[in-house]
């Protein structure tokens, strides 16, 4: 049997505007659209000024340059060889994947585009996927086929195409919170489609909080946060999706590819969240720890300081179960 889901966010975002403020500190918040999702920002600041016309010009701008799915883009011109210079949202998104693909040994790949398309979305033309056209592809598949030189991106294959869906949507809440900064604000909480980027304390000096899922016993279950995290100065991504995957042979599939396989992620770890330094950072390395699987993530994560991870794995029952890194501190709900 074969099953569709949609997407359903797996962090519950709860933004607690408790206790008094000082007089000088008021909370703005608004939300908006932006790159197939919702957003919120949140912040405190003395004038209670809006931003979200400028919020909304900057993520306009973002899209000019990394939206995957407008062919006027640059990324769209790079990828079908009608450019090579990157401009100052490229730039940083292409090293930090080329650095993350490095350090996941491959497991988080910004190449792997033709291989997403071959599968299609859902992995629709699942049957027309033959070992011969995997193959074919895997051929034009991987960072170590491109670099930057003299400011330019040079592909060593002309087909590589670049697909930053997974880390420009955490890069956008870092750049949202630049923009904030640069404004004077310190204290902000910034999410786009459930990836974060949250600083500074509260006036009334809490920290702003996150809920977590804890797995239900079937993907039909109500869904319900029952875990709380304190986020302090934190980027935090989800990536996969307890509730998101199809079921063949008994076996589920994610919308991961595993780069080196050039196939669809199929072990048992079906989400992550991720605690990074940036946002950025946090969903890239969401995605390359969906391909990892739960013991070489979970070892990754634990040997650095600067990283924390929640995830949701089911076991040969079926049934779902979840696990922290060391270094997340946990509330629950009940407390
Ligand atoms: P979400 O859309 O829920 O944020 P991800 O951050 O995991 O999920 O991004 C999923 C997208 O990442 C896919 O649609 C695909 O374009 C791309 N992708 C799939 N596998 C990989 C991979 N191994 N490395 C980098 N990007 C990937
Ligand atoms: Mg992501």
Known sequence: MKKHFPAILLLTLIVFS?????????????????FGTYYSVSYYEGEAVDYQESIDSLFSVFNQSLSYYNPASLISQINRGEADQPDDFFRPVFIRAWEISAESGGAFDATVSPLVN???????????????????LLEFVGFEKVYLADDRIVKLDDRVQFDFNAIAKGYAADVAGAFLESKGIEVYLVEIGGDLLARGVKPDGS?????????????????????????????VATSGNYRRYFEENGQRYSHTIDPQTGYPVKHNLLSVSVFAPD?????????????????????FVEAREELDAYFISSNEEGEFTSLASSGLSLKSKSN
């Not at 206790?19 to 608004?30: E, S």
């Not at 079937?218 to 875990?227: A, L």
């Open 118 to 136: 071959a599968w299609g979305f859902g992995f629709k033309n699942k049957e027309e996927v033959t070992p011969a056209l995997i193959d074919s």
């Open 207 to 235: 920290h702003w909080r996150i809920g977590l899922e804890l797995p239900a016993e079937t993907m039909d279950s109500p869904q319900e946060w029952n875990y709380m995290v304190e986020i302090r100065d934190n980027g």
């Open 279 to 299: 946002a950025m950072s946090a969903d890239a390395y969401a995605t390359a720890f969906m391909v990892m699987g739960l013991d070489k993530a979970l070892a």
């Open 18 to 34: 408790c206790g008094r403020k000082p007089a000088d500190q008021k909370l703005v918040q608004f939300k908006g659209v932006a």
